[in-house]
């Protein structure tokens, strides 16, 4: 079995500030995480991925993330947020080799001018 | 372009009309997928397929039907629509060990 918990549902930073939106995981076997980012009205676009390569992972747009097996999380960072980060990202896992994808509910991420 | 197509964009029916939400996909993917966007709730997935009429059950099964008759192809049926259907869906599709890409989304509505 598997599961994803992204722990805040909304979190709000200014533009030029470190960004952060935390993910743990639970899975029987090693997992492969994804972030997935959704921008209004828009289907969505992979941000980064881990499959037991590297546990720090860099993805599109200056975000990256670090598999922390010990504390099974997953979080998203970035070091300088802009307007255009302004979106709902998902955590998702799922077992390596596995097409069967399990989401987090998602974080909301505002961008304040 | 290597894209996942989804159509219609959106549509608005009534209760237990029948209709089709159809996906295709160009970049020859074994995979294909569909799920439902609620709010609070993330995606889940409501069936997918492995490969041409190989399709198996995800979280959220009930009241959908899908066929994989052709590989690029993986129509989502609602052969009796409910309000509680009303939701973004999404395809997607992928290769073995890699990430899915997902569709633009349908936005169904039920009355």
């Known amino acids: 079995a598997q599961s994803v918990t992204q722990l805040d549902s909304h979190v709000s930073v200014s533009e030029g500030t470190p960004v952060l939106l935390r993910c743990n995981y639970s899975?029987?076997?090693?997992?492969?995480l994804f972030w997935y980012v959704q921008h209004p009205n828009k289907g969505l676009q992979l941000l980064l991925k881990?499959?037991?390569?590297?546990?720090l992972v860099k993805g599109i747009n200056g975000f990256e993330a670090e598999f922390k097996k010990s504390e099974t999380s997953f979080h998203l960072t970035k070091p300088s947020a802009h307007m255009s980060d302004a979106a709902e990202y998902f955590c998702?896992?799922?077992?390596?080799?596995?097409?069967?994808?399990?989401f987090g509910t998602g974080t909301r991420l505002t961008i304040i001018p | 372009e290597a894209q996942v197509t989804q159509n219609p964009r959106y549509l608005i029916t009534v209760t237990g009309k029948k209709l089709t939400v159809t996906c295709s996909q160009n970049?020859?993917?074994?995979?294909m997928s569909w799920y439902r966007q609620d709010p609070g709730l993330g995606l889940r997935q409501i069936y997918y397929s492995m490969n041409v009429e190989v399709t198996d059950k995800g979280d959220v099964p009930e009241g959908y039907k899908v066929s994989r008759k052709e590989k690029r192809n993986f129509p989502l049926i609602l052969e009796s629509p409910s309000p509680n259907q009303t939701s973004l869906y999404f395809c997607?599709?992928?290769?073995?060990?890699?990430?899915?890409?997902f569709g633009p989304g349908t936005r169904l509505t039920v009355l």
């Open positions: 881990y499959t037991s390569a590297a546990t």
């Open positions: 970049m020859n993917h074994e995979y």
């Open positions: 998702v896992v799922t077992l390596f080799g596995n097409e069967k994808l399990t």
């Open positions: 997607a599709s992928s290769t073995l060990l890699n990430e899915q890409f």
């Open positions: 899975s029987s076997y090693s997992p492969s």
